[in-house]
């Protein structure tokens, strides 16, 4: 079972930029897909973008054209790539990757929008 560990967290002004890093602990060439997510205080877990093994993404309505996820499998982490942050980005991102009957998740970077 992959383990994931996200990175890039932090306080960011609006408009701003942030670049989030998910390592994963073995190859995750063969994994189909990976994602991130987000979940705000008393929400559900809601899906921001994902990247299949093929190159293939997908965003939230509210996220298109100002995030790009990406993934290396060279190097195993898969990114998320934030511009023109607003304070409705305000959450915990998790990286999520599913295989076959296999999910796992990171355990959360917080990102934190507000001037």
């Known amino acids: 079972q992959v383990q994931l560990v996200e990175s890039g967290g932090g306080l960011v002004q609006p408009g701003g930029s942030l670049r989030l890093s998910c390592a994963a602990s073995?190859?995750?060439?063969?994994?189909?897909?990976m994602a991130w997510y987000r979940q705000t205080p008393g929400n559900e877990r809601e899906l921001v973008a994902t990247?299949?093994?093929?190159?293939?993404?997908n965003y939230a309505d509210s996220v298109k054209g100002r995030f790009t996820i990406s993934r290396d499998n060279a190097k195993n982490t898969v990114s998320l790539q934030m511009n023109s942050l607003k304070p409705e980005d305000t959450a915990v991102y998790y990286c999520?990757?599913?295989?076959?009957?296999?999910?796992?998740w990171g355990q959360g970077t917080q990102v934190t929008v507000s001037s």
């Open positions: 999520y990757a599913k295989h076959l009957i296999f999910t796992t």
């Open positions: 990247v299949t093994s093929d190159g293939s993404t």
């Open positions: 073995r190859s995750i060439s063969s994994i189909s897909t």
